[in-house]
Each structure stands twice: as structure tokens, then as C-alpha cells.
């Protein structure tokens, strides 16, 4: 089945411990990205690569980091975790069709920094 | 500068009934519109997409209609269903050296039996 996988789901830790995120893709997709979801501001973009060990920022890519090593992985990581970073975040990764960008997304992990 | 909104930040309608959700955009550059569908607990998952060079592209019980004069963007949904009960997001990209997608913030669609 084609899909994005995410780990851990659900996660609450305290500020300052580091973490990983990780994110799977069995598509063979080039593109794969990193939102955050909070309420009333829909998903906006940490880290997006367009390929392996091509990377670059989002819109809000403060206080996070990224690697694409391999093709299909593409774990985001939070160095020292602060309360503000508190969100629902989602995977995705994607391919171009039609001239536009058809993105498929994980299932969301909900990090809780206290 | 560049944004993506919604007219309405929840919608009410009765089971059967057509839905329409509205969204403007502001970039003039995008091409290319997509809608999500995202149910609770679960990540966005794609609707329908349009490109600029069209102004309506029909799916299975969905509609995308453009207005590229106005930057407006509506998803029409025929005989509504309990199920189509979720959070709808437009989106507009535009090919900036790499694909740019920005998000709007949703639409709450909820379904009366």
C-alpha cells in the first residue's frame, strides 16, 4: 500500500530534549516536506527536499532541522525542543503532475513540549 | 504579499443538499489550485486540482470552479454526505525554482442527517 508513515504519533517531552521525528515514504517520490498544523493557521512549511541531500527552508523553519540521506526517509529533528513548538505535524511527500504539485501526507504526529 | 484565505470558517448543511466552499488566493503568480480533505486524526488528503489555464474541472460529486478575474476558488460538493463531514484547505502553488504550495487556513464542513 502506498503511504507515509510517521513516528512516533503522539509524543510529550520537555524542553530542551532534543527529538526525532521520523518520516517514510514507499512512493519513490523526489519531493517530501515537513508542515506544522495549529489551529487557525492551517499547514504551513518547515523543510522541504527536493531530492536526496537537497533541502531547504519553508516558511517557519526556526528551532528545526532536516536530512534526506536516503530517498525515501526524511526525518525532521528538534535539536532543543521549546513549549512554542507545541503542534500537530504532518509528512508529506509528493510528485508533479499536470504542472502542479500532487502531495500525499502522513498521518500527523502531536509533539507536546512542556 | 502572498496569502490564501476562505470566506467561511465553518459550513453547515443538510444531508443530500450541494456544499460550497470559497477560498481567494492573492499570489497572481500561482497556477495551479488543489483542494484537501482532512477528517479527524487523519493527515490532508487530496480532492481535486485545476490548473490556471481552466476555470471548472469536475470529479466524482466535486466540482473545482476558477475565477482567475476575482483570485477565487470554490469546491462545489453534489448530495452531501455524512462522510464529507471534515476540514477543507485550498492550496495554491506556483513553480518558484522548486514547487511553492501555501495552504489556507480551512474550511469545518459539517453534514446534518
Known amino acids: 500500500e502506498a503511504q507515509v508513515t510517521q513516528n512516533p504519533r503522539y509524543l510529550i517531552t520537555v524542553t530542551g530534549k532534543k527529538l526525532t521525528v521520523t518520516c517514510s515514504q514507499n512512493?519513490?517520490?523526489?519531493?517530501m516536506s515537513w508542515y506544522r498544523q495549529d489551529p487557525g493557521l492551517g499547514l504551513r512549511q518547515i523543510y522541504y527536499?527536493?531530492?536526496?541531500?537537497?533541502?531547504d527552508k519553508g516558511d517557519v523553519p526556526e528551532g528545526y532541522k532536516v536530512s534526506r540521506k536516503e530517498k525515501r526517509n526524511f526525518p525532521l529533528i528538534l535539536e532543543s525542543p521549546s513549549p512554542n513548538q507545541t503542534s500537530l505535524y504532518f509528512c508529506?511527500?509528493?510528485?508533479?503532475?499536470?504542472?502542479?504539485?500532487?502531495?500525499?501526507f502522513g498521518p500527523g504526529t502531536r509533539l507536546t513540549v512542556l | 504579499g502572498e496569502s490564501v484565505g476562505l470566506h467561511l470558517p465553518t459550513l453547515s448543511v443538510q444531508e443530500g443538499d450541494n456544499s460550497i466552499i470559497n477560498c481567494a488566493y492573492s499570489?497572481?503568480?500561482?497556477?495551479?489550485f488543489i483542494w484537501y480533505k482532512q477528517e479527524s486524526g487523519k493527515g490532508p488528503q487530496f480532492i481535486i486540482d485545476?490548473?490556471?489555464?481552466?476555470d471548472k474541472r469536475q470529479g466524482q460529486r466535486v466540482t473545482v470552479l476558477l475565477n482567475k478575474t476575482v483570485k477565487h476558488l470554490s469546491l462545489q460538493i453534489a448530495a452531501t454526505q455524512p462522510g464529507d463531514s471534515a476540514v477543507y484547505f485550498c492550496?495554491?502553488?506556483?513553480?518558484?525554482?522548486?514547487?511553492?504550495?501555501?495552504f489556507g487556513a480551512g474550511t469545518r464542513l459539517f453534514v446534518k442527517a
Open positions: 512512493m519513490n517520490h523526489e519531493y
Open positions: 527536499s527536493m531530492n536526496v541531500e537537497v533541502t
Open positions: 492550496a495554491e502553488g506556483a513553480n518558484t525554482g522548486g514547487f511553492k504550495t501555501i
Open positions: 499570489n497572481s503568480a500561482s497556477d495551479y
Open positions: 485545476i490548473r490556471s489555464n481552466m
Open positions: 508529506a511527500s509528493s510528485f508533479l503532475e499536470r504542472g502542479g504539485e500532487k502531495q500525499f
